[in-house]
């Protein structure tokens, strides 16, 4: 494949996804990395919760896919949004299924005004509330910064070396 638009697509769809995930972890904070069932904070409804139900997911699916596309290795995009669709599209069948046993009707009610996947203005234009500092952010995102800088540098050794 020739030509920039591959790497400059990518790029910009990492950077778009991490952004997304930044502004996602600074509404539900650290709380984001855990998966026991004993660490449970409110349900979160405020920044990109207010337009997407997954935020985080939909970030990692812009990164998987800016990497794809930037290792021009397109063939490579049906399998990774096939992995992605297994593994996230388990999680948040779990996920959904806790947060409705936990929270019951106020779930019901966001879960019918916030899509799952595919994100929309919201429905009121209150003002959004910060609940935790970026550099808490930026700390919890250190594993997911630091494997796109991975995955970045291979892809520089390859264009170097290929």
Same mark, same amino acid.
């Given at each position: ?12 769809? #990492? $950077?778009?996804? +991490? ?5 996602? #972890? ?6 984001? %990395?855990? /998966? ?14 207010? =337009? ?5 997911? @939909? ?8 990497? #794809? @596309? ?11 949004? !096939? ?9 948040? =069948?779990? &996920? +959904? ?7 019951? %009707?106020?779930?019901?009610?966001? $879960?019918? *005004?916030?899509? /799952? ?6 429905? *009121? ?15 919890? &995102? %250190?594993?997911? =910064?630091?494997? =796109? !800088?991975?995955? !970045? ?5 390859? !264009?170097?070396?290929?």
């Amino acid at each position: 494949m020739t030509g920039p638009w591959p790497v400059a697509t990518g790029v910009t769809l #990492v $950077a778009v996804g +991490e952004l997304l995930r930044f502004w996602a #972890v600074r509404h539900i904070g650290t709380i984001s %990395r855990t /998966r026991t069932s004993t660490r449970q904070g409110p349900l979160i409804t405020s920044g990109p919760f207010r =337009i997407v139900r997954n935020p985080l997911y @939909l970030g990692n699916w812009m990164i998987w896919t800016g990497l #794809v @596309l930037a290792s021009r290795l397109l063939w490579m995009l049906p399998v990774a949004w !096939a992995v992605f669709a297994l593994q996230y599209g388990t999680m948040v =069948i779990w &996920e +959904e299924a806790r947060l409705r046993s936990m929270f019951g %009707r106020q779930y019901d009610r966001y $879960a019918l *005004d916030v899509p /799952r996947w595919l994100p929309v203005p919201p429905n *009121d234009l209150a003002p959004l509330q910060t609940r935790h500092p970026w550099r808490a952010v930026a700390f919890s &995102e %250190r594993g997911t =910064i630091a494997a =796109i !800088a991975l995955v !970045a540098s291979l892809l520089a050794v390859k !264009a170097l070396v290929g």
